[in-house]
């Protein structure tokens, strides 16, 4: 980890040369990220350049693609970011992103770890215990009822706690609990140390990039959440980022209803597109950041060492 | 230790593993508690299925009718048309989606440069966070029938407009390449994570010995991560009857209903009319069918590759 | 010197806690603490947040009306409303008084978890006068009694037929009256190049798939074609003739007709694809020429403002509904739009009184102004008697300022669509670039004169079972596409099979439910 920020790439052995194959098999994978480059990034542009499009734009939407920037109008983003209830319903996101992270990790990670450990009477009813709500879902009362009588109607944490857990982020972290040598756990036991310190000072340091891909997902579901707000809560102060931009939206596209113009010169299709690309770019910056952590070969050292 | 253990039954084998692992039970209280709080409550208040549900009476005191919630599923006009499209859903992007994912994991892992790599995997990631409602914004500049970008290149070449969002033979391939288009970076991230746990000392080795590129994906790469492959793609079975809600209630209409109709969409259009017990009979039936999948393809992947999800 | 000062503060003790006791006398012959009501209700304004907590209002209704009003706005879209006082409802937690669509209300009514509001309307004499007329509280009512109180919602046959008269005049086309000049209109208007720009890039009509349930099957936009043939929304609801439309023989020719429009190539090939804000944005920019749009979505300044910059010289005229080979006309079907605010059958007798209390004080002059627009000189001043948001000494606290807008939230709870009103949603402006002359309120007059089909209570029958709403709409939409071929054999066999799926036992519940209801005209 000498550069945080760089993927390590493998080192080749001089004494190696790279044969014909290895030449076809490099360029194979280069030209096919290239493709993908453009496959992914052609839309997206469309996509940029519809949010910043002015409200007289004529021409179809692929003209649209290349107008050019100082024709671009950030009516759109002005028309979300000048909302009154902007600050707080980011505020609101973020608290209910990070208090659910946080309680997220806090369950998963020691659940994840105990079912990983291949000795422990009674793993394989524990591992179909969390199994089982991941094919029940039961649906919007059964859960609505649960929540009432915990009473968390109108808290945030009725947002969060239902969803910390999702069985799919735990199984995983399980299968990467699994894939650690067991003469590491096994030395450190004999060593005398507590499955709480095995846990702490040994399997987390070593699990960082699945930790911090399961931190990605849960952050990522907890930001976007539309439907356990909507659900869950009624004061307006209360509300998070998706909930404004869905009422916002919603205003926008009710034009039998909006007598004098609440967005100026933006049309919906470009404050949809704004909402979004909004609502997106904290997980946007965010992403580098966790990609810091995907380092090759995070094992070696420790086993070796 | 060997010796000792052969003296002792097995009974009093279990009693010291449990003893010698009750910090791990004492760590699992919490998790498991909110287990029965916040997901088994909901199954346990979910036995509305076979109720007819009054709000005033609660979960317990309301009637049974048997199983007339499922019925009405089951002898729905559409039943089987609706099984046949989730499933194909599923299982499409199960093999379209999932694949992508890995093939891109790979090929970043494998790329030689870092730039190419590194803005290859940002932008691959972006698309998870369009909403279907964006997307359809996207396909329509791709694919209307009237000034879609692809008819453009179509009638250029020649050929003739295609409806791809109306047409039912064109609907499929849009709806599972849209999943992959949006899906296949997000999805990859999981398996990036696995590739990094591989000890780069078995390439300098396999090198060394003489592997080519395609021999190392072959014999290293792939073997390292299949138990997350067969992790994911299991979970995934479990919830097989669901083919993606959001992403075919934006995109279909009536004229595409015989192929873009899957069990959510009509239970939504059922809920619409109020029809919860029906919702949550529905959310059993796929659970039942999900648990019977997984377990036997949990199964089948035990004895095949030795590797199990529980 | 001490003692005078020791004095004075004692006296001056005494007169501040004098004010004290007297409250206190005052409040213990005040019958009781003020009545908690918690009102959910539909945001006016969905991007603005509610009224602030230091809202006049608060005070206004604590003190003359003695209730403590708690107000929770509901989700912005209809779906998440239903499903928001659904989950409410199933855990037994509905608010006081809380808006609520029909067919969730329906069910609410039918557990018995709705209270009867009969007793109410007396204690509202002025409300009731301008909000609950018969049709109104008919509405509401089950079995004889009523279950909630609604009040108008949007203005009937607020649509229209819009054609682009500047293409007419390029064209040298007199404005069409039959479907089959119509045709020629709009054959003319795909092939004739009618904005003069050299492409082939228009077409002759308009539409996106917008279903009601009292417009099933194609939905509004293309309910002028049924219309010509006698046939436009879900029912017929003649003393003579009752019945699904799409069980009648004319329905074979109005989609023969609207198949003819496809075959030549008229209809904007999107039709199909487009959602509501396409289609919007299509008409923006010129891509075709008839269409059946709402008044304000077509004229209200912001909404217009696009399309008079990308064509100054363009100008759509509404006109009457294209008249079928028998003389029939329609631009579709209209039924008295209402909103309903319902009570949860666990208020007790004195919050209902207390809630009859706030609404009739809403509906006096004092509530419908404050509630409407807010404060006179803050958010809004008058102008020949019409509320103006020019001329507040601070233009964010205008009625329509970003600031302004909190305080009118609960508008929907006492407009009903008075002149007032009308007047000042819909006030006459000039275009900026064309600088004509624009008015949405003219324009909804000139529709409302144009030929409607009357559908009072259509939607008040019971909707189709979910697989036979998919089986009608996705039939009708697959003899356009071509998947079915539209002939009147298949057509029949199709019928046939709709009946056989439920279709007949549907038209005859809703027939005796219509009877009963005096529907039938």
């Known amino acids: 980890m000498e550069n945080p920020l760089a993927i390590k790439t493998i080192k080749v052995p001089t004494v190696v040369r790279m044969t014909a194959s290895d030449r076809i098999f490099a360029l194979m994978v280069d030209s096919f990220l290239v493709v993908l480059f453009f496959i992914i990034a052609i839309p997206l542009w469309s996509t940029i350049t519809l949010s910043f499009r002015p409200n007289h734009f004529i021409g179809t939407n692929f003209e649209g693609m290349f107008l050019v920037p100082w024709k671009w109008s950030t009516a759109a983003y002005k028309a979300l970011l000048g909302n009154q209830g902007f600050l707080m319903a980011f505020w609101n996101s973020i608290r209910i992103m990070v208090m659910g992270v946080a309680s997220a990790l806090f369950l998963t990670i020691p659940l994840s770890y105990s079912l990983s450990i291949k000795s422990l009477p009674g793993r394989t009813l524990l591992v179909v215990i969390v199994l089982i709500p991941h094919m029940f879902d039961v649906g919007m009362i059964p859960s609505f009822l649960m929540v009432k009588d915990l009473g968390l109607i109108d808290h945030l944490a009725a947002v969060f706690l239902p969803t910390a857990v999702t069985t799919y982020n735990c199984l995983i972290m399980k299968g990467f609990f699994e894939g650690i040598p067991d003469e590491l756990k096994e030395s450190a036991r004999i060593d005398g140390a507590s499955e709480l310190y095995l846990l702490m000072k040994i399997i987390i340091p070593l699990s960082k990039p699945i930790i911090m891909s399961v931190g990605l997902f849960y952050a990522v579901s907890f930001w976007n959440d539309f439907f356990h707000p909507m659900l869950y809560l009624n004061s307006h102060d209360l509300i998070p980022l998706p909930i404004l931009l869905r009422n916002i939206l919603m205003a926008s596209g009710m034009n039998e209803f909006v007598e004098v113009s609440a967005f100026g010169e933006a049309p919906v299709q470009a404050i949809k597109a704004a909402s979004v690309f909004l609502a997106a770019i904290p997980m946007i910056i965010a992403y580098p950041f966790i990609q810091k952590y995907f380092a090759k070969g995070t094992l070696l050292g420790s086993v070796k060492g | 230790m060997k010796t000792e253990l052969t003296e002792r039954t097995r009974s009093s084998k279990l009693w010291r593993d449990i003893k010698r692992h009750k910090a791990i039970y004492l760590l699992l209280v919490i998790p498991m508690t909110y287990f029965f709080l916040f997901k088994y409550i909901p199954i346990w208040n979910g036995q509305i299925a076979f109720r007819n549900f009054m709000p005033r009476k609660g979960v317990l005191g309301s009637p049974w009718v048997g199983l007339a919630n499922f019925t009405e599923f089951f002898e729905s006009f559409y039943f089987w048309e609706l099984l046949r499209n989730t499933v194909m859903y599923s299982v499409g992007k199960l093999l379209i989606s999932v694949p992508l994912s890995i093939i891109l994991a790979v090929f970043i892992y494998e790329c030689r440069r870092p730039h190419l790599r590194r803005i290859v995997q940002t932008l691959t990631y972006l698309p998870h966070f369009l909403s279907w409602v964006i997307m359809y914004g996207i396909l329509l500049v791709l694919l209307a029938p009237g000034d879609g970008l692809l008819n453009d290149i179509i009638k250029f070449f020649g050929g003739k407009r295609l409806d791809f969002l109306t047409n039912v033979n064109a609907f499929p391939w849009v709806v599972l390449f849209s999943d992959a288009w949006k899906e296949m970076g997000w999805g990859a991230i999981i398996f990036i994570a696995a590739l990094m746990a591989i000890d780069p000392t078995l390439f300098e080795a396999a090198m060394v010995e003489g592997a080519n590129s395609w021999q190392r994906v072959r014999y290293i790469t792939l073997p390292s991560i299949r138990p997350v492959i067969i992790m994911v793609v299991l979970l995934r079975l479990g919830t097989i009857l669901s083919g993606g809600f959001n992403q075919l209630y934006m995109l279909y209409s009536p004229s595409v209903f015989s192929v873009g109709d899957i069990i959510d969409t009509w239970v939504f259009r059922g809920l619409q009319e109020g029809k919860f017990a029906l919702a949550t009979a529905v959310g059993m039936f796929k659970g039942v069918m999900g648990l019977i999948l997984i377990v036997v393809s949990n199964r089948l992947t035990k004895r095949a590759s030795g590797s199990s999800l529980y | 010197m001490k003692k005078t000062l020791v004095m004075l503060l004692v006296l001056l003790a005494v007169l501040m806690t004098a004010p004290v006791f007297a409250a206190g006398t005052v409040e213990t012959a005040k019958p009781a603490a003020p009545i908690d009501i918690d009102l959910w209700y539909g945001a006016a304004i969905t991007e603005a947040g509610p009224p602030p907590s230091d809202w006049v209002g608060y005070q206004i209704v604590k003190d003359k009306l003695n209730i403590n009003l708690k107000i929770t706005a509901l989700p912005s879209n209809e779906a998440d409303q239903d499903v928001k006082i659904s989950a409410a409802a199933a855990a037994d937690n509905l608010p006081d008084i809380f808006m609520v669509r029909r067919e969730t209300w329906l069910r609410l009514a039918g557990q018995g978890m709705l209270a009867t509001v009969d007793d109410m309307y007396a204690k509202m004499p002025i409300r009731t006068k301008v909000q609950y007329d018969a049709d109104s509280i008919g509405f509401t009512t089950i079995d004889g009694k009523s279950y909630g109180l609604a009040s108008p919602g949007s203005i009937a046959k607020n649509e229209g037929v819009l054609i682009r008269k500047d293409w007419l005049d390029k064209l040298g086309l007199a404005v069409p009256k039959t479907t089959a000049e119509f045709m020629n209109v709009m054959k003319a208007f795909t092939y004739n190049d009618p904005d003069g720009n050299g492409k082939n890039d228009t077409y002759g009509y308009g539409a996106f798939i917008e279903i009601n349930n009292y417009e099933e099957g194609l939905g509004r936009r293309l309910d002028p074609w049924f219309g010509a043939f006698g046939v436009a929304g879900t029912w017929n609801l003649t003393k003579a003739d009752f019945g699904l439309n799409v069980r009648k023989s004319a329905y074979y020719d109005a989609m023969a007709y609207i198949k003819s429009m496809l075959d030549e190539g008229v209809m904007d090939p999107n039709w199909l694809s487009y959602k509501k804000d396409d289609f919007r944005a299509a008409w923006k920019q010129g891509r075709f020429g008839i269409m059946r749009e709402q008044n304000a979505?077509?004229?209200?300044?912001?909404?217009?403002?696009?399309?008079?910059?990308?064509?100054?010289?363009?100008?759509?005229?509404?006109?009457?509904?294209?008249?079928?080979?028998?003389?029939?006309?329609?631009?579709?079907?209209?039924?008295?739009?209402?909103?309903?605010?319902?009570?949860?059958?666990?208020?007790?007798?004195?919050?209902?009184?207390?809630?009859?209390?706030?609404?009739?004080?809403?509906?006096?002059?004092?509530?419908?102004?404050?509630?409407?627009?807010?404060?006179?000189?803050?958010?809004?001043?008058?102008?020949?008697?019409?509320?103006?948001?020019?001329?507040?000494?601070?233009?964010?606290?205008?009625?329509?300022?970003?600031?302004?807008?909190?305080?009118?939230?609960?508008?929907?709870?006492?407009?009903?669509?008075?002149?007032?009103?009308?007047?000042?949603?819909?006030?006459?402006?000039?275009?900026?670039?064309?600088?004509?002359?624009?008015?949405?309120?003219?324009?909804?007059?000139?529709?409302?004169?144009?030929?409607?089909?009357?559908?009072?209570?259509?939607?008040?029958?019971?909707?189709?079972?979910?697989?036979?709403?998919?089986?009608?709409?996705?039939?009708?939409?697959?003899?356009?596409?071509?998947?079915?071929?539209?002939?009147?054999?298949?057509?029949?066999?199709?019928?046939?099979?709709?009946?056989?799926?439920?279709?007949?036992?549907?038209?005859?519940?809703?027939?005796?439910?219509?009877?009963?209801?005096?529907?039938?005209?």
Do not use: C, H
């Open chain 3, 297 to 521: 979505a077509f004229a209200a300044q912001s909404n217009y403002a696009p399309f008079d910059k990308n064509f100054p010289k363009g100008e759509w005229i509404i006109v009457e509904p294209p008249m079928g080979p028998t003389g029939k006309a329609s631009v579709g079907v209209y039924t008295q739009a209402y909103r309903i605010y319902a009570l949860s059958d666990k208020v007790t007798a004195a919050e209902k009184d207390a809630i009859a209390r706030l609404l009739e004080w809403m509906s006096s002059d004092e509530g419908y102004f404050l509630l409407g627009w807010g404060v006179e000189g803050v958010n809004y001043t008058l102008k020949d008697g019409i509320p103006v948001a020019t001329g507040v000494p601070n233009a964010e606290y205008a009625f329509t300022g970003a600031k302004g807008q909190p305080v009118t939230q609960l508008r929907n709870m006492v407009f009903y669509n008075g002149q007032v009103e009308l007047i000042s949603r819909y006030p006459t402006y000039k275009a900026e670039v064309s600088g004509r002359t624009m008015s949405a309120l003219d324009v909804l007059f000139e529709m409302q004169k144009k030929a409607w089909t009357p559908n009072i209570g259509g939607d008040t029958l019971p909707p189709p079972s979910t697989d036979l709403k998919r089986f009608y709409e996705q039939g009708v939409a697959e003899f356009l596409t071509g998947r079915r071929v539209l002939t009147k054999a298949n057509w029949d066999a199709w019928v046939a099979e709709f009946d056989k799926l439920g279709g007949k036992a549907w038209e005859d519940t809703a027939r005796e439910k219509a009877i009963a209801n005096g529907l039938l005209r």
